[in-house]
């Protein structure tokens, strides 16, 4: 049977008399709930995301092809809102759409090398499986990731890691 320490030892501490709990050793901080070193921000105020003040409007950038849209405020103006599409579509090849879009950017700038000592023996997760529409997602990332050489096929004897799929932030 397992349960939870704390509140095993508060239920312990409700059901003996008042005067015998002062016996109980004073509580000893553990090494690892706070310490300078850890960075975690999460919580703090000043790295919230930023929310838009307005609405934002869907703006599609070629008629032909609905995928590349961008967002604009609903609160300019006729002309200004004019203006702005007029700009996005003149530098319409500063975006990178996909990671079709970028094939001279040198693969140094994005390349991650796994330092792992070789002596090690890897340790081996439990493969998980997703569902038919991630799988999907995962197979095409993989092969535009493929398709440009960002990344490229290994063997492996055994199964190492399991994807890891993150949501963007739209």
């Not at 950038?61 to 006729?78: A, N, S």
Request: hydrophobic fraction near 30%; proline fraction near 6%; glycine fraction near 4%.
């Amino acid at each position: 049977m397992s349960g939870d320490q704390k509140r095993g030892r508060e239920c312990y501490k409700l059901s003996i008399p008042r005067g015998l709990s002062k016996r109980d050793p004073p509580k000893r901080k553990r090494y690892y709930e706070k310490h300078p070193w850890d960075n975690d921000n999460r919580e703090l105020e000043s790295h919230k995301r930023g929310v838009p003040h307005e609405e934002l409007e869907m703006v599609v950038f070629y008629e032909r092809k609905p995928d590349p849209v961008f967002r604009i405020g609903t609160r300019l103006g006729k002309e200004h809102r004019k203006e702005l599409i007029a700009l996005e579509k003149k530098y319409e090849e500063v975006y990178a759409w996909g990671t079709e879009n970028i094939p001279g950017v040198d693969k140094e700038i994005a390349l991650r090398r796994l330092h792992v000592d070789p002596s090690f023996k890897p340790v081996k997760q439990k493969k998980r499986n997703f569902s038919d529409e991630k799988n999907r997602a995962i197979q095409k990332e993989v092969e535009e990731l493929v398709a440009t050489k960002a990344i490229r096929e290994l063997q492996f004897l055994e199964w190492i890691a399991n994807v890891v799929m993150v949501k963007k932030v739209q």
